[in-house]
Structures are given as C-alpha cells and as structure tokens.
C-alpha cells in the first residue's frame, strides 16, 4: 500500500485537511479539483508519489462529486441524461488508463499531465 499509508502527524493531517478544502473549493468553482488541484498538492504538500495520489484523489473525487450532485441536485441544476450520457463511457476511460498507468512511467505521466494542464490554461485563455 505504500506511501498512501504514512503515519499521520499532526501536520500531515493538516496538510491532508488544506488539500481537501483546496480540491473541494475547486471542484464546486471550476468543475476541476481531482486530478489538477489535489493530485499535485499531494505531491508536493504531503510527500506522496504520483500514483498514490492519484488513486488517493480518486478517493476523494468519489466523496466530493457525490455531495455536489446533491448539492447541484437539490437545485435543479443536474441533466441526469447528460450525466449519463458522459459518466458511463468516462468508466470505460477509467479502465483504460488504469491499464495505461500501470504499464508507464511516472515521469512520462507527469509529463503528459502538465502538457495538458497548459493546453487546457491556454484554451480557456483564447475561448473563455
């Protein structure tokens, strides 16, 4: 299980706590808050390698988009269909890159997240 399961001090626990408020905060803001906000929090705040953060923010997602599909529920603002409609094929992405990020690299993983970080800064630069 690895560098997932540290022991928890007092300030990692607090670490842990300001990368959830941060992943949450964005994820309610933006849509975004897994993988662009907590995954690199992870890294850097708390010491964890790629893969555990990323299996540990895809925890977290799991919590964060249930109490905002309630929230956003509750409000009348959920296209169930559109949900669908996307949810159910990202599940067969989910699969694929879990394949994928068995069989590559950290620092090629790294990599391609950061080219996708700063394609994704510049679209919504030109197409805000």
């Known amino acids: 299980m690895g560098e997932a399961n540290s022991t928890f001090t007092r300030d990692r626990v607090w670490r842990l706590v300001l990368v959830g408020a941060a992943g949450g905060a964005f994820s309610a803001l933006f849509g ?3 993988g662009v906000v907590m995954v690199p929090l992870l890294i850097f705040l708390c010491g964890y390698g790629s893969r555990a953060a990323t299996a540990t923010s895809l925890a977290a997602i799991g919590i964060i988009a249930l109490w905002g599909v309630i929230a956003y529920g509750v409000m009348g603002d959920v296209n169930w269909v559109l949900g669908a409609l996307v949810g159910i094929p990202a599940l067969l992405g989910v ?3 879990v394949r994928v990020r068995g069989r590559v690299s950290a ?8 080219i996708v970080l700063v394609a994704a800064a510049v679209l919504l630069v ?3």
Do not use: E, L
């Open 32 to 34: 975004v808050g897994g």
């Open 126 to 128: 030109v197409n805000p």
């Open 95 to 97: 699969v694929v890159g």
């Open 107 to 114: 620092v090629v993983i790294s990599r391609a997240f950061a």
